[in-house]
């Protein structure tokens, strides 16, 4: 599979829409300065900053998880644990920003970010675990690695490990 290119595609989509982000966010703020625009009692002032932080936080946000992506390409690894809670976390916002986006925005807005949400959760599984599920022991095609034990097997406990053997796969005689 070619799950390199698609992580480093995902990662271009990625710093092209925090740059978009940044700069609706920018023309915004602009706008409710120069409009003189109120929510609530706010002063415009602070509604122009509010914007321009909100999306400098967001532009950050998905910068952070392009170079995820780009460190998990280059090394051709899965990423560690807080960076694929991120990585699910952008996939959920993207979802959600898919799902809004239809009716303020349309289909075509809608369709761009499935494609966005569908290259990260792509990424996400092509570098899954490497083990099968219930086999959290040994690599996933089952072959036996010596770690230094003289009886050989996996562990230091025998074998079959600290917890007894290991259940057959399904369908295996």
Not at 14 to 27: T, Y
Not at 120 to 147: F, K, N, Q, S, W
Request: aromatic content about 6%.
């Amino acid at each position: 599979m070619a799950r390199r290119p698609v992580a480093l595609a995902a990662a271009v989509v990625l710093i092209f829409e925090a740059c978009g982000i940044v700069l609706l966010n920018w023309i915004l703020s602009i706008v409710v300065d120069k409009q003189q625009m109120s929510l609530a009692g706010l002063q415009p002032r602070a509604m122009s900053t509010g914007s321009w932080v909100a999306g400098g936080l967001f532009g950050l946000y998905l910068l952070c998880c392009a170079l995820i992506l780009i460190r998990t390409a280059l090394r051709d690894r899965a990423p560690g644990g807080f960076a694929r809670i991120v990585l699910i976390s952008a996939a959920v916002v993207h979802g959600l920003l898919g799902a809004f986006s239809v009716g303020l925005v349309g289909w075509v807005a809608f369709l761009a970010m499935m494609v966005v949400l569908g290259m990260i959760v792509l990424t996400l599984v092509a570098y899954g675990e490497g083990r099968a599920p219930g086999d959290a022991h040994g690599p996933a095609d089952g072959a036996a690695h010596d770690d230094g034990n003289p009886a050989g097997g996996g562990s230091p406990q025998g074998p079959d490990g600290p917890y007894g053997p290991r259940p057959a796969a399904p369908g295996a005689v």
